[in-house]
């Protein structure tokens, strides 16, 4: 039973190839032009679709497959959309924010979203911060086996506290010099867990991705395996397709 159309993105009007495209419960993705644009659905066997992880892989994996399979330029849609007929899409999206839409259209055609996200061991990050401050490093041990006053603690965390937060800062920056530059836009995220220390995405040209891939490696090589670095290279553009950009 059909609890209407799950949709997953919009293309600039064009023949899209659907064929063999399997979308979320097996439903075969399907496409519907309409007032100028070609959107990407399936039959929605749920009312409602959870946020789980099968679920936003198989939402992603569907416009990853369509833009593997040569249309580029789409405008993603937020995860559990449904829609119970076509005349909803046209007086809620296509008549009101049509320009907007093609205005995106112009930003994203050649360009692609790339992602990388940063993380580090807070505990080695501190200890070779120590090693490499023998003051800081003494006056944290004289912490152990003394009765020091509050004041003298509170003010020597302090002081391990800023400088690993220096040192967390000069590993951000160092990725924006490098990285930055190489993109049109770039959005930056919060981070998702607390070794996390940056998570960036980026709009970089198409054919500029094996570069851009390259000064990630090298990056990581700078660092010498310190750092876990997860680059993404291949994204439907999320980041750099929102409604509020409209």
Avoid: C
């Amino acid at each position: 039973m059909s609890h209407g159309l799950y949709l997953y993105g919009i293309f600039p009007d064009s023949n899209l190839d659907t064929s063999g495209l399997e979308g979320l419960d097996k439903q075969p993705v399907q496409t519907y032009s309409l007032d100028g644009f070609t959107f990407l659905y399936s039959e929605a066997q749920q009312e409602r679709y959870l946020a789980s992880r099968k679920n936003l892989l198989g939402h992603e994996r569907v416009l990853e497959q369509a833009m593997h399979a040569g249309h580029r330029t789409l405008l993603p849609l937020q995860f559990g959309l449904i829609i119970n007929d076509w005349n909803t899409v046209t007086t809620q999206l296509t008549q009101p924010y049509g320009t907007g839409l093609h205005r995106l259209f112009e930003k994203l055609n050649g360009k692609r979203e790339v992602g990388v996200k940063v993380f580090w061991e807070q505990d080695s990050e501190l200890q070779a911060l120590l090693e490499e401050n023998p003051t800081l490093k003494a006056q944290r041990d004289s912490l152990e086996g003394k009765t020091l006053g509050m004041d003298e603690v509170v003010s020597i965390g302090q002081a391990i506290e800023r400088s690993l937060e220096a040192r967390k800062q000069y590993i951000i920056t160092l990725f924006r010099t490098v990285l930055n530059p190489l993109a049109s836009e770039i959005v930056e995220n919060d981070s998702l867990t607390e070794s996390m220390i940056y998570n960036a995405a980026y709009l970089i040209n198409w054919d500029a991705e094996s570069h851009f891939g390259q000064q990630v490696e090298d990056l990581d090589q700078k660092f010498d395996g310190r750092l876990k670095i997860r680059y993404n290279n291949f994204t439907a553009p999320f980041n750099f397709a929102q409604m509020e950009q409209l």
